[in-house]
């Protein structure tokens, strides 16, 4: 830490997170995501970013669409490294597209790290698990944060490790967007810390905004950043296991509602699982990353990438 100020650099395995349940993240929030310590200084914001150059020559369309899904991002601040797509055809004959960013983001953030109190990698990829190390040898302090597909020795070898779902705002959830997360008739998402069994009933905590005191996790705490809600059995898919509960490993995701018998209290009603890190299935719903605009709502600063197309990328802002 130089001058009280805490240094950090965030970097982004962006064709990771895109495929593995990072549709339409939000680089604003995730920058005010990493900024949140009020010593916080982002000195390094990198994405790593796949671009089919062959296409961008012959494509007028979608050269215009990534120069300008492109430009919303840096105009966040963010600096785009471009990785080229290599196509190649499997043994059934399929073409296939394939760009790695491994190598520079692993390059960049050891050679950047020299000014660096805190890294946040934004990728669940295991082959990021030795480059973890070597920062913390070096004094880094290092988080991850993804979402699915995610690497089980990353989370354990992270100083933390944040389910990006769990980050209000990151990303769209299957409800209405134009209600604020937190609020009553939100769809939010939480994980259920408590679980009665024997009466078929539990709490789910959830994140009420993005706070430094993450680590405040007793929302019966005057400065946690969580609140719970109530959930009961009916409100839970009927495939998934009670004897799970309680997890953290489950993210659930609810509609909030007023508690019927406590003033200012919450009910998580409509519960669905949008991901397990445990490696288990059950209960897991099938929902589509990608999220309409009808669904979501217009919110601004709403970046996506459209996965209809290779490597087309959309900006889109209200």
Known sequence: MSNGELH????????????????????????RFAGREEEARLLRLNTYMAVDGERMKR???????IRGYQQ??????????????RWFVD???NSMSKANAD?????????????????????????????VRALQNKGCRVEVLAFRNVSRELQYEADAF??????????????????????????????????????GFGFVRFLTGISPRLWVTDTRQDD????????????????????????????????????????GGFIARRCTVVNRYDGRTGGLSKQPDRISTTERGEDAG????????EHEAVAESS
């Open 8 to 31: 950090i650099g965030v970097y982004v395995d962006a064709e990771n997170i895109r495929y593995n349940g990072g549709y339409a993240m939000r680089y604003d929030v995730l920058r």
């Open 59 to 65: 494509d007028r369309e979608y050269r215009e669409r």
């Open 72 to 85: 919303a991002v840096r105009d966040l601040g963010w600096k785009i490294i471009e990785k080229p797509v």
């Open 91 to 93: 043994e059934e004959g």
């Open 103 to 131: 190598l520079d983001l692993a390059v960049d953030v050891m050679l950047q790290s020299e000014r660096l109190d805190q890294v946040l990698l934004v990728t669940g990829d295991g082959d990021f698990l030795q480059v």
């Open 162 to 199: 944040y389910p990006g779902y769990l980050v209000p705002g990151l990303i769209p959830t299957r409800g209405d967007m134009r209600v604020p997360w937190g609020e009553m008739g939100s769809r939010i998402r939480g994980i259920c810390i408590r679980w009665e069994a024997d009466r």
């Open 224 to 263: 946690s950043p969580y609140e719970s809600a109530f959930v009961h059995i009916s409100d839970l898919p009927r495939e998934l296991d009670t004897d799970d509960l309680p997890s953290r490993d489950i993210i659930l995701e609810f509609d909030l509602e007023p508690s019927e018998t406590e003033k």
């Open 302 to 309: 709403f970046i996506r990438q459209d996965e209809a197309e």
